[in-house]
């Protein structure tokens, strides 16, 4: 709509466009515009829709941030609370009104991290040493603590010597996956705010 | 939804409610404060003799507006019809051949007659006031289609100025409860196209953004961080001079290709559609080398 509207108001064939402030007799201010700019670059910035990863009310946010991600130096300048998000209006509460420092913080857990028995220090290791030591804990302690049936002789299926934190931040269906498999295995210390 | 009861609704009781869809223009003081605008921008920019010269022609767009009857005559069954058929209520061609609207013209060119222009303005004027009824009947046609000829700018901008006025008292007596999403990147009371988009701090509608349309000024609510022109969010960027004031940004889209810039309001109270976008030339001068052209329209500064 806008290209068809828009077609004919430059001159065909010649390739300058004639302008209003133009054709009004004001061409020698708009050179003037045209030599100011020209040592002027233009600085390329972002705003990206996303949800608050604190709780499981999952306000929009949106989050400004500049630099070119292909060249890998974007950045975010700057969070607010998203307006046009129908569970917030714009509104955060106060941790999420820090959520730029969260991002920016030397100590954000940005990968799975080891302090090994005895260690006073977290190691960087790979997600799949990661999973596989997880596995091997839990089915360690799973077949050493696992209770199938109470006193009364009665089926429970409880595995209450491990516990298990999921993030808020995710899909229905995240969270549905998260709880079958932490309910599956019979753990009751278990919470990641899908009951909200 | 019942007339007899307050609209009351329970489930936002100590929450946000959601914006206004939309905001009706001021006709009484719009065009005054365009014009303090311009001379403000005036004050400090390259392009200050084109920001003078606007700011007179808003002062007389005022003059025409306070000298005209409070109420227009508005088509009350045209406004129901439109309703009906999800159109814009204020039927252009319908306003267009409203006797009102020559007499609007008419007292706009003898009002922009008293300002100090330049020769080729004075002369394209001359030629607006001397045309007979046919030539002034085309232009009509062609500022109410956007469809502005390219020998003819500055003509069709001063005709252009006189229909702001027509078609902003007459959306100023629409009820925004009555007017809906017509299509994207259009003006739900007259169909216009947006001159830019305002992120505003009102009370009530913080930190939303409005079209400002360019014929009746109405504005109206679209989400942020998504093309105004194609509706599309997959790619928009954001283009602004390094080093500025962070108050004027192009929002480009990646899918249509177009931009329309996103004023500040909330960093810069003072920010008027018409005024800040003229005035912000350089930034449209800037994209030019890009691969985004100008999606918005104003009849003050066509072929940027």
């Known amino acids: 709509m806008q290209i068809s509207r828009r077609g004919f108001i430059k001159v065909a064939g010649v390739g300058v466009a004639v302008t209003t402030v133009g054709a009004f007799g004001f061409g020698e201010a708009e050179a003037a515009v045209v030599a100011h700019v020209r040592p002027f670059k233009l600085a390329n910035t972002m705003e990206t829709r996303n949800t608050c990863p604190y709780c499981s009310v999952a306000c929009g946010i949106i989050m400004y941030s500049k630099g070119d991600l292909k060249k890998g130096d974007a950045t975010i300048t700057h969070i607010e609370g998203d307006a046009d998000h129908p569970t917030n209006r714009g509104t955060l509460c106060p941790k999420g009104a820090a959520l730029k420092d969260f991002i920016h913080s030397e100590t954000r857990l940005k990968y799975p991290m080891v302090r090994k028995p005895g260690s006073n220090k977290f190691e960087r290791v790979s997600w799949d040493t990661a999973l596989d030591r997880i596995a091997r804990l839990m089915k360690d302690d799973r077949d050493k603590n696992f209770v199938a049936k109470n006193a009364d002789g009665v089926t429970v299926n409880r595995w209450t010597s491990t516990g298990m934190l999921a993030a808020s931040a995710t899909t229905n269906e995240t969270a549905w996956l998260t709880y079958k498999v932490a309910r599956s295995l019979g753990l009751l210390g278990f919470d990641n705010q899908a009951r909200v | ?240 001079i390094e080093g500025g004031a962070g108050t004027i940004k192009a929002e480009c889209c990646g899918t249509c290709h177009g931009y329309v810039k996103v004023l500040e309001e909330r960093k810069d109270t003072a920010m008027e559609a018409f005024a800040d976008d003229v005035a912000s030339l350089g930034l449209d001068i800037l994209l030019r080398d890009t691969e985004f052209r100008r999606g918005s329209f104003n009849p003050f500064l066509l072929g940027a």
Request: glycine share 4%; charged share 20%; proline share 8%.
């Open chain 2, 1 to 240: 939804m019942s007339d007899t009861f307050p609209a009351a609704d329970p489930s936002m009781v100590g929450g946000v409610s959601p914006a206004p869809f939309a905001y009706l223009p001021k006709p009484l003081s719009m065009f005054a404060r365009r014009a303090a605008r311009f001379d403000a921008l005036a004050a400090n920019n390259e392009l200050a003799p084109y920001l003078a010269f606007l700011a007179s022609l808003a002062r007389a767009q005022q003059t025409v507006q306070d000298a005209l009857p409070p109420q227009a005559d508005l088509d009350r069954a045209g406004l129901e019809r439109a309703r009906e058929f999800g159109m814009p209520p204020l039927d252009r061609d319908a306003i267009r051949t409203d006797p009102t609207t020559l007499q609007v013209l008419r007292a706009l060119l003898d009002e922009a007659a008293k300002i100090e222009m330049p020769a080729p303005a004075a002369t394209a004027l001359a030629r607006v006031r001397d045309a007979d009824g046919t030539v002034t009947d085309q232009m009509l046609r062609d500022v109410l289609a956007d469809a502005i000829p390219a020998d003819a700018l500055a003509e069709h901008a001063f005709v252009a100025a006189a229909m702001q006025v027509q078609f902003a008292r007459m959306a100023a007596q629409l009820d925004t409860k009555l007017l809906g999403a017509v299509h994207p990147g259009t003006c739900p009371a007259c169909g216009g196209a947006p001159v830019a988009s305002m992120v505003v701090g009102w009370i009530g509608a913080e930190s939303t953004r409005y079209c400002v349309c360019s014929l009746c000024a109405t504005m109206w609510n679209h989400v942020r961080v998504k093309c105004v022109l194609c509706d599309s969010n997959a790619a928009v960027t954001y283009r602004e």
